[in-house]
């Protein structure tokens, strides 16, 4: 029993990241320069994001890293810099880094997740 209901939250885990990954990909937005990356949800649940950012030739190679827990109407700020923002909506593992592939913010820009 408890090994079905741990099923069913994983199933549900991964089809709540694929949804919020395919919405959140069309509502990056670029803004000019840089001072960091915005996080908006305009969802009605709360989004749990985890960056990295900073030197590094490829996502699974930067070393800052932040989480965030951006609660339903709120926005979190990613002091980056002039950095872009790697993020992923699913908890990433130490050996193949985000599960669900590590998605790009520019540096200055937005991302609102419905």
Same mark, same amino acid.
């Given at each position: #029993?408890?090994?079905?209901?741990?099923?069913?939250?994983? #199933?549900?885990? #991964?089809?709540?990241?694929?949804?919020?990954?395919?919405?959140?990909?069309?509502?990056?937005?670029?803004?000019?320069?840089?001072?960091?990356?915005?996080?908006?949800?305009?969802?009605?649940?709360? &989004?749990?994001?985890?960056?990295?950012?900073?030197?590094?030739?490829?996502?699974?190679?930067?070393?800052?890293?932040?989480? &965030?827990?951006?609660?339903?109407?709120e926005t979190a700020?990613?002091?980056?810099?002039?950095?872009?923002?790697?993020?992923?909506?699913?908890?990433?593992?130490?050996?193949?880094?985000?599960p669900g592939g590590?998605?790009?913010?520019?540096?200055?820009?937005? &991302?609102?997740?419905q």
């Amino acid at each position: #029993m408890v090994k079905a209901a741990r099923g069913r939250k994983m #199933m549900l885990a #991964m089809a709540t990241v694929a949804a919020l990954g395919a919405a959140s990909l069309a509502a990056a937005e670029q803004a000019p320069g840089g001072s960091g990356v915005s996080f908006v949800n305009a969802g009605k649940n709360t &989004l749990y994001v985890y960056t990295r950012y900073g030197a590094g030739t490829s996502c699974d190679d930067m070393r800052t890293s932040k989480n &965030l827990k951006v609660k339903a109407g709120e926005t979190a700020k990613v002091d980056s810099g002039d950095s872009k923002v790697c993020y992923c909506l699913a908890l990433p593992n130490r050996t193949d880094g985000c599960p669900g592939g590590w998605a790009e913010v520019p540096p200055g820009g937005s &991302l609102t997740v419905q």
